[in-house]
């Protein structure tokens, strides 16, 4: 009799200083029909077709960064994961984040697994992780294996799949006996220093690689935490698995954890006054060949920003920068405008700064501009970069307004810009301009990076600020580095 494997997907990444409701509607299904996407959901789909299992999908949903989950959200997607395993089955298999807080837990992965050992005890369970996951006790307690992404930008995500997926088949069939080994610092780590390529995160993962290749572990994962998430989960952890060995998983994971915490100055990001940046982006666009990239980095919609904060905006047409385009700015208002004038009608109309901050004080700022509207569009593209390729983009109805020397790409729905098709979809070759301007933090990096010049983080305002004092955290474990 084949065996029943359940896979599911839940998936949000919680900015609890994010004013952006994050209701049922605001999780969007999985595209099922589509083969050979870069997702752990994916790979988990082709173990059990590799295995000749039953594969039971109640439900695969994931949602963009935003606030607070309301409670009955969760509580439905749970109950049908909880239905499926009620129903009978051998194995389950969850593609989670990792930073999901609900209105009635600040662990939401925990609790997910909480509920699951409740019925089902004894279950084998494998969990693919978001690096951004702030790791709980419960997460750990409760699962059979764990990895998570060692990329970031995340371009790994089928490959950690595949990977906490095929421990666990080898556990089925008795080849391997996983046991789990984790801890956490107490460190809340800047994003913008968080990749490999910047800080001690490239010098772990390389440790914990090579452990997976000499096969004195199964699988080994640093955790960098989301620091947008006020817990007593938020923080760094690492979590490896090991076959029948607790002392080599607990060995490596002290390991590694010890290298972050003894480089914890490194991923410590100050930030350049805005001002200053968009200066120098002003003479790197001049004396450059490429497009000068800058990133507004405390509005992205990918770690829970409104994407439609002007400050960065401002500032560039106060220093009067030339040849630039933005992309993209959320404001379904302003595309709606746009679209009743009509391709090139002029027209003066606010722009952006509709979202309020309250936890931060901030008010929104609309910026009053006059311009043509140059494009009218869907909003709708298929990515090709590296990361979640060939997934189906949908910004909704979206409109570019020309003030001269801005063009501004409006969308109605928010959407961080992974790849060039931000640009595109509105009839624009980015590569022929001199500035770039995009809100997000690094995953921009796996497309953008070889296509520009000089790349420069603009400090702008917003849910997602790398300046923690502006931000009022009250669940933090106390002392926290930085900022105690």
Known sequence: MNQRFVIARMQHETNTFSSLPTTLQSFMPSDLTRRGGNSALAAFIDIAEAENAEAVIPIAVTALPGGVVEAAAFDHIAERILAAVSAGCDALFLDLHGAMVAAHTDDGEGELLRRIRRIAPDLPIAVALDFHTNLSEDIVRHATVIAGYKTYPHVDMYDTGRLAGQILVRALKGEVKPVMAWGWKPMLTHMLRQAPDDGPTGEIVALARQAEADGSVLAATLLGGFPLADTRFTGLGAVVVADANHGAAQALCDRMLEIAWTRREDYVYREEPLAQSIARAKVAADAGTKPVLLIDHSDNAGAGGGQDDMTVVREILAQQLDDVVVAGIFDPVAVQAMAEAGVGATLTLPIGGRTDVPSMGLVGQPLQLTGVVRHLGDGEYVTDGPMSTG??????????????????????????????????????????????????????????????????????????????????????????????
Do not use: W
């Not at 109805?397 to 928010?414: E, F, K, M, W, Y």
């Not at 961080?416 to 809100?439: N, S």
């Open 391 to 484: 997934e189906t983009r949908e910004l909704g109805p979206s409109a570019v307004l020309d003030t001269g020397r801005v063009q501004i790409i409006v969308n109605s729905r928010r959407g961080e810009p992974i790849d060039l098709g931000v640009f595109t979809h509105a009839g624009i070759d980015p590569l022929r301009k001199k500035v770039l301007m995009i809100k997000s933090r690094i995953h921009y990096r796996a497309a953008y990076r070889p296509l520009v010049g000089e790349i420069i983080e603009c400090a702008g305002n917003g849910a997602c600020t790398s300046n923690y004092d502006l931000l009022h955290f009250s669940k933090l474990s106390s002392p926290m580095y930085p900022i105690d």
